[in-house]
């Protein structure tokens, strides 16, 4: 059930663009995208429901496919502080508050 | 407005021993779920708290127990310890249950077990 996550690492360099992408085999009601520093608490992003709905969040944004049961993460003209794992957590039934996580996808960005 | 406050930050303990740990929930925020993160399991859903009551709980065993106050405060437990369960618990507030409301962090609990 876990959802998987792609690519598990990303290096980029400050102003170039990042995809993170989440798929779930199970049907998805909605996905929550967190980012997480070293040492610091997960911070939320954003959620989208399932209905296809963008969402957008300064220079990051993100989609969702519910055909394809599938989540991706827009980071666009990437800043330093981009830097951090992000991670997917995906919510199979209405209301259920228990998120289920992908394994976090690495990303450094350099000057 | 004061973020999810989790105490304490750092705790060891020997195999075999109890631990407890503490939630504060940001103010107004009713549900409290609570998450183990492990750098070979990633984030784990351990359980949910609303209204002083379970209504989820995650592929743990027995030894994690949790419970919810009547001022949303939010405990977990542990019992006879054991070295798998070294880990960062994370607790988490959100403003109700249900309807895919955004959740919050707090800094979390470095749990070592030796």
């Known amino acids: 059930q876990q959802p998987v996550q792609s690519p598990q690492a990303v290096i980029l360099r400050e102003g170039e663009d990042a995809v993170i992408n989440c798929s779930s085999s199970?049907?998805?009601?909605?996905v929550h995208w967190y980012r997480q520093k070293h040492g610091e608490a997960p911070v939320f992003l954003m959620i989208?429901?399932?209905?296809?709905e963008q969402k957008g969040h300064e220079k990051i944004s993100a989609s969702f496919n519910e055909k394809k049961q599938q989540s991706s993460l827009y980071l666009t003209a990437s800043q330093l502080s981009y830097s951090g794992t992000y991670f997917c957590?995906?919510?199979?039934?209405?209301?259920?508050?228990?998120?289920?996580f992908g394994q976090g996808t690495r990303l450094t960005i350099n000057p | 407005k004061a973020g999810v406050t989790q105490t304490p930050r750092y705790l060891i303990k020997t195999r075999g021993q109890q631990v407890t740990l503490s939630c504060s929930p940001i103010?107004?925020?009713?549900?409290v779920s609570w998450y183990q993160q492990t750098p070979g399991q990633g984030l784990q859903f351990l359980f949910e708290?609303?209204?002083?009551?379970?209504?989820n709980k995650g592929n743990f065993p027995g030894r994690f127990s949790g419970r919810q106050f009547s001022n949303s405060r939010s405990e977990m437990n542990v019992s006879t310890l054991e070295l798998g369960d070294s880990a960062l618990y994370l607790c988490?507030?959100?403003?109700?249950?249900?309807?895919?409301?955004?959740?919050?962090f707090g800094q979390g609990t470095r749990l070592t077990v030796v």
């Open positions: 708290y609303f209204s002083e009551t379970q209504r």
């Open positions: 199970k049907a998805l009601y909605s």
């Open positions: 103010s107004g925020h009713r549900s």
């Open positions: 989208l429901l399932k209905g296809g």
């Open positions: 957590g995906t919510e199979f039934d209405q209301g259920a508050q228990k998120l289920v």
């Open positions: 988490a507030s959100s403003l109700n249950p249900g309807a895919s409301t955004e959740a919050f």
